[in-house]
C-alpha cells in the first residue's frame, strides 16, 4: 500500500503508562506524516517472561500448544491498552491478534515459521482511516490454533507485515538508539553506525549481537524492507539497515562471542589486507595465543585459546577504528 509505515516497540518501550503515553506521541507524529500507520508491540516489560515461569510453576512439562495460547496473552494486553489510549487522545485504532491479521504459521509451537499474510483486514482497517495494532510474535496455525515465533520474535512480525504491505520502512524502537562499532556497555569511544547491510547485520546478530531477532533481517533482505533501529526515549539518529549501496567495503563493529571469539565486521573484509594485517599484529603484539583465525567475505572471526578480556576488545576496536 502507498505511504505505509511500520513501527514496532520493544517491551521496554510499554512497560507502564507513562511509557505508554510516550510510544502514543511518537505513533501520533507517524500519523501526521504518513496515511497508514501500522504498529506492533510487544508484551509489556517483564511480562512474557512472569507469563513463562508462572506455567513451569504450575509442572515442569508444559503443554506447548498451551504455553503460546498464555504468552500470546502478553501481546494482546498491550496492543489493547495502546490502542485504548490512542482512541481517547483522538486517533482512532484498532488492536489485531495475529489471527484477526491473517498472520498464517507452521505447526511448530514456540518457534512457528511465518507462512503467509492475508493481509486483507489489515488494510480495510488503514483505508478506514485507522491506526493498525497488531499484537507481536504471534500468529495461527492450520486448526487456528495460536503460535509464537520465539523470545524476541515481534521484530519478525513487524518486518514480514512491512514486507507483506510492502511498506516504506520498518522502524525497530528500543532502549538502544542502534547499531554500534562495538558494545558500548564494554568497550568506550564506540560510534553509532548510520547505516549498515543486512549481511553485515546478519553477521553481527551470529556472533552474538541481542538487537534484533535474525529472522527479521533475513526478511527484511529478501524484500527488501529498509529497517530502521531508533530510540523511544530520544530523538537521536539511529542506524538503518538496507542494502542502499552495490558496493560498500567500510569495517562495521567489532563484537565477542562467548569469552574467546572477536569478529571484526564489514562487507568485502577479505580483501581489505591493511585490517587483516592489524589484527594478526595486534595478536602478535599482544602476545594472545589463538586457535583459529578465519577470514570470509564479510567477517574476519578470531578464536583464542584462552579468555578475552573487555580491555582487549576495546585495544582491537581502537586499532581499527581510532588509530587509522
Ligand atoms: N514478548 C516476546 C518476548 O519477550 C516477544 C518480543 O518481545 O519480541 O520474547
Ligand atoms: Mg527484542
Known amino acids: 500500500m502507498d505511504d505505509t509505515i511500520v513501527l514496532k516497540f520493544g517491551g521496554s518501550s510499554v512497560s507502564n503508562n507513562e511509557n505508554l503515553k510516550i510510544v502514543a506521541n511518537k505513533i501520533i507524529d507517524f500519523k501526521n506524516n504518513h496515511k497508514n500507520i501500522v ?21 515442569e512439562e508444559v503443554n506447548k500448544r498451551e504455553l503460546d495460547a498464555l504468552v500470546s496473552c502478553g501481546e494482546q494486553m498491550s496492543a489493547a491498552k ?18 484477526q491479521a491473517g498472520i498464517y504459521t507452521n505447526n511448530t509451537n514456540q518457534d512457528a515459521l511465518i507462512e503467509t499474510i492475508n493481509t486483507e483486514r489489515i488494510c480495510s482497517e488503514l483505508k478506514n482511516g485507522n491506526i493498525v495494532i497488531i ?53 568506550k569511544g564506540t560510534k553509532k553506525l548510520t547505516k549498515i547491510s543486512y549481511d553485515e547485520m546478519l553477521q553481527l546478530s551470529n556472533e552474538g549481537a541481542k538487537v534484533l531477532h535474525n ?24 542506524t538503518v539497515i538496507s542494502d542502499e549501496k552495490i558496493e560498500n567495503d567500510e569495517i562495521k563493529s567489532i563484537i565477542k562471542k562467548d569469552i574467546s571469539r572477536i569478529s571484526i565486521i564489514g ?4 580483501r581489505n589486507t591493511e585490517t587483516i594485517v592489524k589484527a594478526i599484529n595486534f595478536i602478535k603484539q599482544n602476545k594472545l595465543e589463538m586457535l583459529e583465525f578465519n577470514v570470509s567475505e564479510s567477517k574476519i572471526s578470531i578464536t583464542f585459546k584462552n579468555l578475552v578480556s573487555d580491555r582487549m576488545l576495546e585495544k582491537l576496536h581502537n586499532e581499527i577504528f581510532v588509530n587509522k
Open 39 to 59: 504498529v506492533i508491540l510487544s508484551a509489556q516489560g517483564k511480562t512474557t517472561d512472569k507469563l513463562i515461569s508462572e506455567a513451569f510453576e504450575l509442572t
Open 82 to 99: 495502546l490502542s485504548i489510549l490512542l482512541n481517547s487522545l483522538g486517533f482512532s485504532a484498532v488492536s489485531l491478534t495475529g489471527w
Open 135 to 187: 499484537t507481536g510474535f504471534q500468529g495461527v496455525n492450520e486448526k487456528l490454533d495460536i503460535t509464537t515465533f520465539g523470545r524476541g520474535g515481534s521484530d519478525t512480525t513487524a518486518v514480514a507485515v512491512a514486507a507483506a504491505l510492502k511498506a516504506k520502512n520498518c522502524y525497530i524502537f528500543s532502549d538502544v538508539d542502534g547499531i554500534y562499532s562495538s558494545d558500548p556497555n564494554k568497550v
Open 215 to 238: 529472522r527479521c533481517i533475513e526478511i527484511g533482505e529478501k524484500y527488501k524492507i529498509p529497517i530502521i533501529t531508533k530510540s523511544t526515549f530520544n530523538d537521536n539518529y539511529g
Open 267 to 270: 562487507n568485502g573484509i577479505i
